[in-house]
């Protein structure tokens, strides 16, 4: 098992880890979790004996393997399943000693080892992981140079997995995969043989393919069984039992003090006042942990426009070569959001680009509207920043005659506050970085919003957010991404772009995993393209909306009513003996509120899927 006893650790005189503590017994696999800063990379660093620790101590088994995805596979002119290959250190020394033994007992041990070691079906094992993780056959025989870096990073990723060390560590390995590689590695890492501690803000892998959440908070280390979802629930009661016990011990310190100060001064009350002043110092107050810090999005609200914003008529498109998507049938409303479904290579991509008008239809009929604005986040553009430049001075770019007090409260709507506001981009943080890009995408109120992996290097608190942002905002989204649980909670419809064509996908998230997982070839494709939808009469659309609107207003009154419900249950006051039955009442109305929510959802829902149907 991996033991982490006592360890202490700063930079630069800020301290990391004070006093933290955590055991990994063997075999499980671990989502390391924390706040941007907290020190993730740091321990996963120290694990593996590239920092030294200044107090106390990690030990692993003796002669344990720490296997870890190195930053960059070098340009090198070896194939992609050599590289893979030469991974495994122990079987390609044993390889190439087996070419030139001469002794007959070591050719006996160097044979015997690499039965044990399962070398003659090495190559097919790494052609799979490879496979899994975005490469063709054709590919895996391509030297490494012919790859871009994100490329290069899947080939250092197979490698660590082809090796299988006994640790594996592993941060934050799908901010360079596509959805259909990272759910791939989520089946992978379930079936690993071998210890595994992931770094991730893919709430989807966390919650299925590891066993347990360590958290690092506070410079400490807290082992939790299960999931996020279960840990985030384990947080949040936690949370609220000491915020409710920290209000009750602030109350009786309160009541001690207020004796003490009215009768400090009569002799009367003398060895009463004094007796509370002892009371007082064994009372040791409850710090209440703090709540995630609030992480916001701001994107501005286009006008209304009439619908459709895009229409396409057996549009064609490709890059001046052979035409890569064709008989393209497709309509965009202002209020759709759509997720993009599809290998890479497939034509996502290429898609986002025509809708955005960075390319031109080859052929057929390509309409918009004439007022539409559209928004487009692409990962490079991240990577296009001036790196020399303060966030204030790239907005002050796009906006020259706007006051300094209302760039910087723009920045601040995307959580780019005073500081990071004024700090060159080359010393942002990753996540910094991507919020910029997307100040910058959505500065002119757009109509249509393209994201294309708008996830990496945003932690789960801002994903959060970008969802909720999504989820307000009142124009279309077009939306690629790996992260399941954004596309689930974002997109209303699913397009399938593959062998050319793009289609509906009429099954759900849950289904299309289940079908990759299964072979490419299970994934069903309908046989017709995305018809144009028929325009809705005029009262059935204002009735249904109607009835949307009457649900919300109902959803949301009790929402608020569970919410006053919330706050009275959290009153430490309310657990004081003697007043069971009106902590029993209390909880009675919350139970039945509760049951009053469930059961307005289901009409909201079923009115939603009515509106969607009509408007479809």
Known sequence: MLKIEDITYNVEGRPLFEGASATIPTGHKVGL????????????????????????????PQRARIGGVAQEVPSSETSLIDTVLQADTERASLMAEAETAQDPHRIAEIQARLADIDAWSAEGRAASILKGLGFDAEQQLMPCSAFSGGWRMRVALAGVLFAQPDYLLLDEPTNYLDLEGALWLESYLQKYPHTVLIISHDRGLLNRAVQGILHLD????????GGYDQFARQMAERRAVLQAEAKKVEARRAHLQSFVDRFKAKASKAVQAQSRVKMLEKL??????????????TFP?????????????????????????????LRIDQDDRIALLGRNGEGKSTLSKLLAGKLQPAEGKFSRSTKLRIGYFAQHQVDELHLDETPLQHIMRLRPTEGQPKLRARLAGFGLMADQADTVVARLSGGQKARLSLLLATIDAPHLLILDEPTNHLDIESREALVDALTEYPGAVILVSHDMHLLGLVADRLWLVKGGAVTPYTEDLEAYRRQLLAGEDDVKIPAKPIEKKPKPSRDELLALKAEVRKCEDRLEKLNAMRDKLAKKLADPELYEDGRKGELD??????AEVMDALDKAEALWLSAQEKLELISA
Not at 218 to 223: A, H, I, Q
Not at 312 to 329: F, H, M, Q, R, S
Not at 585 to 590: A, E, G, H, L, S
């Open 33 to 60: 979790v924390g706040r941007n800063g907290a020190g993730k990379t740091t321990l996963f660093r120290l694990i593996r004996g590239e920092l030294a620790l200044e107090g106390g101590s990690i030990t692993l």
């Open 585 to 590: 009442t209390w909880n009675r109305k919350y």
């Open 301 to 329: 609200a286009p006008e209304e426009l009439a619908p459709p914003i895009i229409n396409l008529d057996g549009a064609a498109v490709g890059y001046g070569g052979p035409l890569i998507l064709k008989k393209l049938n």
């Open 218 to 225: 506070n410079r400490k280390l807290t082992y939790w069984q």
């Open 284 to 297: 040791t107050p409850i710090t209440a942990p703090e709540d995630a810090k609030k992480v916001v999005f």
